[in-house]
């Protein structure tokens, strides 16, 4: 079975650091390839919103309000993604989600993560 495990959320004052990961567990890699693997956000009553993507060949695309302050990356051995967020402010404060997409035959799955409460302190 398939699980995606975040870990590294907490509470930071602003202006301070948190590194998310984000590990895949469970492939069959010789059914799946997990190509895109994504980081969203909710905070209370709103949506969930994207915040990075990263793609199998390492393209990376931000969210504007995260540009020149995130960074995704990824471990494609480890199955893992991390979110490394700097100059972190109140508004950052939300439940971050991972999201990986397996793909099989063409077929692509998404699977998410349970969720990391991240809060940032002003």
């Known amino acids: 079975q398939v699980q995606l495990v975040e870990s590294g959320g907490g509470l930071v004052q602003a202006g301070g650091s948190l590194r998310l990961s984000c590990a895949a567990s469970g492939i069959s890699e010789s059914i799946f390839t997990i190509n895109a693997m994504r980081w969203y956000r909710q905070a209370p009553g709103k949506q969930r919103d994207l915040v990075a993507t990263i793609t199998r060949g390492d393209s990376r695309n931000y969210a504007d309000s995260v540009k020149g302050r995130f960074t995704i990356s990824r471990d494609n051995a480890k199955n893992t993604v991390y979110l490394q967020m700097n100059s972190l402010k109140p508004e950052d404060t939300a439940v971050y989600y991972c999201?990986?997409?397996?793909?099989?035959?063409?077929?692509?799955?998404?699977?998410w993560g349970q969720g990391t409460q991240v809060t940032v302190s002003s």
């Open positions: 999201r990986a997409d397996l793909v099989s035959a063409s077929i692509v799955q998404p699977y």
